[in-house]
């Protein structure tokens, strides 16, 4: 477990980033704001009308940006569980990154209650929101790799000590 822990912390910072990118880009190109998207993620503490603001602000920007590492951040961790320890191919995490993915589609939009739903229906149309549960796929499958290319790394180094 605590393997998984470490690898789940690179592998949250790069799939947050990219599904935050991702939601960004998607936000601005349906003309609802770049920020729309984020600033939905906070509608747990401050109702559904925060999916319409455009404009940063700590508190509601700040909350939904913190709230959407929180989210991936568990993700990763249940990929990384999943993954194991064992070398992967690239293959197996682009799998795994997708599987994740659509559970956490799933699971954040038919199963938990919609307050605590990740609340980018507020903001973005059907088709953008499956963009970004792609973009967290891609994220994911890009951030197991990277921490496993990096652990591959601290294991050498220990090796040459």
Do not use: C, Q
Request: glycine share 10%; hydrophobic share 50%.
């Amino acid at each position: 477990m605590a393997g998984a822990l470490s690898r789940s912390v690179i592998t949250s910072a790069v799939a947050s980033g990219l599904t935050a990118a991702a939601l960004m880009a998607l936000g601005r190109h349906e003309h609802r704001g770049a920020l729309a998207p984020l600033n939905a993620s906070s509608h747990w503490l401050y109702g559904d009308h925060v999916g319409r603001r455009r404009r940063a602000d700590l508190a509601r920007t700040g909350v939904g940006i913190a709230t959407h590492h929180l989210a991936v951040m568990f993700w990763s961790l249940v990929l990384e569980t999943a993954l194991g320890a064992k070398k992967k191919t690239l293959s197996e995490l682009a799998l795994g990154g997708a599987l994740t993915a659509a559970f956490a589609a799933v699971f954040d939009y038919l199963v938990v209650p919609r307050r605590l739903s990740p609340g980018w229906e507020l903001a973005l149309s059907r088709k953008a929101m499956t963009g970004a549960f792609a973009a967290m796929a891609l994220g994911l499958a890009s951030g197991a790799a990277v921490a496993r290319v990096r652990g591959e790394r601290r294991a050498i180094d220990r090796t040459h000590l």
